[in-house]
């Protein structure tokens, strides 16, 4: 079975500092690796996927298969990147997502 | 990016009545949908998935006859919550996706049993 684990619940840093919110995961196939994030009173957003490999906001996440992990990256936080964020497994073949328990983070000022 | 829609947004309903959820895919046709559910500061449970024109697949756990979902269409997916009881009070989000369309989310709706 796919887990996904997110260690931190809460993750705190100041604006302008480097964020790295960590996401480790359990399967023995190739995955495909997400990060949603929900802000305030708003639906869970698709932020990135692994397999784009692209930038949304500033973020970055790189699949280190030897760790099994999918980090969640940013070099300068900002204010309204306080929100929930949740990384997401989906196995070879499959079509629903396993959610890791999500972190919140917040900017301070 | 697309847009899923849940209606109602909140709703209260009697012990013992039952609840209809309705989830709609607005721009693209969604051959699944997900329902979830999400307790306070917890992440989302995922109950089951449905491909339109099949039976729903419910988690383990998850009660297929409390928990009727149907996928009559594209653009349309609909969770009833039968019998409803306090204990079945939550936050219920659905999502949909297709081929093309990553998984997409609704905006939740929230359930209240008194």
């Known amino acids: 079975a796919q887990r996904v684990t997110q260690p931190e619940k809460l993750l705190s840093v100041f604006k302008g500092a480097p964020v790295e919110l960590k996401c480790n995961y359990s399967?023995?196939?190739?995955?495909?690796l997400f990060w949603y994030v929900q802000y305030s009173r708003q639906r869970l957003q698709l932020l990135l996927r692994?397999?784009s490999r692209e930038s949304i906001k500033g973020f970055t996440a790189d699949l280190n298969k030897g760790e099994t992990s999918f980090h969640l990256k940013k070099p300068f936080a900002q204010e309204e990147d306080s929100a929930m964020y949740y990384c997401a497994l989906r196995a070879q073949g499959a079509q629903k997502l396993v959610f890791g328990q999500g972190t919140r983070l917040t900017i301070n000022p | 990016g697309a847009v899923v829609s849940q209606h109602p947004s909140w709703v209260i309903c009697k012990s013992g009545t039952s609840v209809k959820i309705e989830c709609r895919s607005l721009d693209f046709q969604a051959t699944t949908m997900f329902w979830y559910r999400q307790f306070p500061k917890q992440s989302l449970m995922l109950m089951a998935t449905?491909?339109?024109?099949?039976?729903?697949?419910?988690e383990q756990g998850v009660e297929k006859d409390k928990f009727l979902i149907n996928h009559a269409s594209l653009t349309l997916s609909t969770l009833t919550v039968t019998s409803a009881h306090p204990e079945d009070s939550s936050f219920y989000i659905c999502?949909?996706?297709?081929?093309?369309?990553?998984?997409?989310f609704g905006p939740g709706t929230r359930l209240t049993v008194l």
């Open positions: 449905s491909n339109e024109g099949s039976k729903a697949t419910y």
């Open positions: 399967y023995s196939g190739s995955p495909e």
């Open positions: 999502s949909a996706r297709s081929s093309t369309v990553e998984q997409f």
């Open positions: 692994h397999i």
